[in-house]
């Protein structure tokens, strides 16, 4: 089974990258798979495929990582695309990744290792995907991103990680929520 650990969003940081997205879909002339927004999601790390009986020590070690964590905030405040607006494959909304989102994501990377994954080698960017281009990126896209202008600022509200099932499907994927992950969960258990 396709696996990745997400940050979840909230409805109305959902609806404001809807928005942008389609404002984005709209003036751009590419072919390309539009996340549909129930979708989107704050990546933190994919898995891809694993053995089903490993989404226990996923979870666990998952629920570990977390227990004595804060909740926190990430602001989305721009449009970007990987590896670059020049030679777009995807394109993202995201901002400047927190310490703590960068904290996060290294530790949970360092932790995975001992169940066989490899090192994650790319730099940490807080990014929720809206589109992955098929075929030729527009090229006037970089300058159709700065038309559009400055995004209005949202940040997520991080408080749990969960871990996803990703199925492919004709019409885009179906992800289904396996496991999560509770920031403070120690700190509520022996306050309360």
């Known amino acids: 089974m396709r696996t990745f650990f997400a940050i979840p969003l909230q409805e109305g940081v959902r609806e404001s990258i809807r928005s942008a997205a389609g404002q984005l879909r709209a003036a751009t002339q590419m072919r390309a798979s539009w996340v549909r927004p129930e979708n989107y999601h704050l990546t933190v790390r994919f898995l891809g495929d694993i053995e089903p009986m490993l989404t226990v020590d996923?979870?666990?070690?998952?629920?570990?990582?977390?227990?004595?964590r804060k909740p926190f905030e990430i602001p989305l405040e721009r449009i970007g695309a990987f590896p670059s607006f020049d030679r777009a494959r995807v394109l993202w909304i995201g901002g400047d990744a927190p310490d703590t989102f960068v904290d996060l994501v290294g530790n949970l990377n360092a932790q995975i290792t001992r169940l066989g994954f490899k090192p994650e080698r790319k730099a940490t960017i807080a990014h929720v995907?809206?589109?992955?281009?098929?075929?030729?990126f527009d090229e006037q896209l970089g300058s159709i991103v700065r038309d559009l202008g400055p995004l209005r600022s949202e940040s997520v509200h991080v408080d749990r990680i969960v871990l996803m099932?990703?199925?492919?499907?004709?019409?885009?994927?179906?992800?289904?929520?396996l496991?999560?992950?509770?920031?403070?969960?120690?700190?509520?258990?022996?306050?309360?």
């Open 58 to 68: 996923l979870t666990n070690l998952a629920d570990e990582l977390v227990a004595d």
């Open 165 to 177: 099932q990703s199925e492919l499907a004709p019409g885009g994927a179906i992800y289904t929520p």
């Open 179 to 192: 496991a999560e992950a509770h920031f403070g969960r120690r700190e509520r258990q022996e306050g309360g």
């Open 129 to 136: 995907t809206i589109a992955r281009v098929k075929g030729r």
